[in-house]
């Protein structure tokens, strides 16, 4: 890890920005380069020294401040702070490449700890959702029906619709899970419910079930 841990702050709350400004300018091993109104990063990037790790209490932020792939992980690491303890959040953020999730009723050493281990390469988050993370990866394979491209010619994405469409969510909150547009989900559904040959999003899920029976 290099000497100094360059931090940038990215938040609309001044009074958020200064406290955890304050909070790591009291440790010489933090150097805090940004503490300004929310911009996309990438505007400031021919201003200003690419930082180790940014801090802000907003996926929003994350989503557009992303260059290239919003999958990959990328440096510097991603902090999220002040945040609520909703899984659906926490999971979209691991999606975006988020490294430290923080929760609101955290203390002062919490935050110092999360930059620290960012900067490290590490991720942190709390351990009563390290278990929705744990559930989630264990659950993924058999939410994608393994022959769902074969016999309906879905794409990827629409893979991974599926699923979530037989947990009954709106297209909202999969748009909201999946970090993409409402419009976007919709065409999803649309094109899935042709390939599949169903009228209904609720028969999704039922043909892939009457598939793998017949098979």
């Known amino acids: 890890m290099k000497e100094k841990i360059s931090v940038a702050i990215l938040s ?10 304050r909070i790591l300018t009291h440790r010489r091993e933090f150097t805090v380069i940004e503490t300004e109104t929310p911009v996309r990063p990438q505007a400031q990037r021919e201003d200003i020294t690419e930082p180790d790790v940014w801090i802000s209490d907003s996926l929003k932020w994350v989503i557009e401040g992303w260059s290239g792939d919003p999958t990959e992980v990328e440096k510097p690491g991603w902090i999220l702070v002040a945040m609520q303890e909703d899984p659906k959040t926490f999971l979209a953020a691991v999606r975006r490449g988020v490294l430290g999730y923080v929760l609101q009723e955290a203390a002062a050493v919490d935050v110092i700890a999360a930059v620290r281990s960012v900067a490290r390469g590490e991720a942190v988050c709390p351990p009563r959702l390290m278990r929705v993370l744990f559930e989630c990866v264990s659950c993924q394979k058999s939410r994608a029906p393994a022959q769902a491209n074969a016999q309906f010619g879905l794409t990827r994405r629409e893979q991974q619709l599926v699923p979530l469409v037989g947990r009954g969510l ?8 999946l970090s993409l547009s409402e419009q976007t989900i919709k065409s999803h559904i649309h094109r899935i419910l042709r ?3 169903v009228e209904e999003r609720s028969a999704i899920l039922d043909a892939f079930k009457n598939d793998r029976l017949e098979a």
């Open 195 to 197: 390939k599949v040959g």
């Open 170 to 177: 709106t297209n909202k909150e999969i748009a909201a899970e």
């Open 12 to 21: 609309g709350n001044r009074l958020l920005r200064e406290s955890i400004a």
